[in-house]
């Protein structure tokens, strides 16, 4: 995995640009974040595609979209250990027209509008709460990568980590909850897996989306950093793309030229692996029309 820091110091290798050069360097990295958004758009974002949930309340419509949603891509209403697809109004004409009917309720919506760009609304009016009974499947908005790495050495800290557990804690209190969503490693030979920090317990503590898989130990150096969410085998692309537009803006077009065909041949095979929602498996089409229950699984999938 390349880091934010790692991708903008290849960056400079690249370009010959001196860390010092202020200018410089916030315009590299700003193109490696340019990079990064032709590359989730290029997938549809299927990728780094979000679920949250809400509850559901009887008797009301309308519901707050999460704050970094660009475009809903799926509805569903969960209700009794089962997943019922809501489906799309888009005409705000056709919306207002089924409002028109009045104190009309249900116990499961049948269609979703989205009002504004902060407001989900369901149609009929909901009749029965439900915890967590309304999931919302989206594109989040990227938020630019900004952070330099955090190690023991930069930060006069070590990590103390635990074989089988998700827990780590530091000697000294370095950890700020924007951290989360941040990815570790232990540079201790032991393991060499990144983790990402799921939780924010504490100044001195977090918690891992997995179970440290290493070897059990105190006094243990560590890398904190931001990483591109996008898979660690087109992570370079990003500093290729940087690299291009500063000899672009240089007018050196034959090396613009090279760092371009280097990012648009990464960017292709992405685009060929991940542009899709499978891996290749063979689907038969369902045909549209009414959904059977008996079309559903003896048993849920999960994930």
Known sequence: MLTFQNLYNRALDMTGVQSTSVTDVANLKADINQGLRLFKNAARRYWTRQEKTANIVAGQQYYQLPPDCVRVTAVKVLSSGLNYPVQPIDSEELWNAYNIIPATTINLPQFYFIRGNNEI???PIPSTSYTNGLAVSYEPRLIDMTYDDITDTTSGATATVSNGSSTVTFSSGIILP???GRWIQFTNGSDGNWYQISIYNSTTSIELNNM???VSGSSQSFTIGQAPDIPEDYQLALAYYSAYNFYLK?????TATLYKSLFEDLLQQYKETY?????GQVQKAQPDGPISLFWFPPTGLTG
């Open 121 to 123: 609304g369901l149609y």
């Open 178 to 180: 924007n951290m989360v």
């Open 212 to 214: 440290y898989a290493g």
């Open 250 to 254: 240089r007018k050196d077009t034959g």
């Open 275 to 279: 542009a899709s929602k499978t891996t």
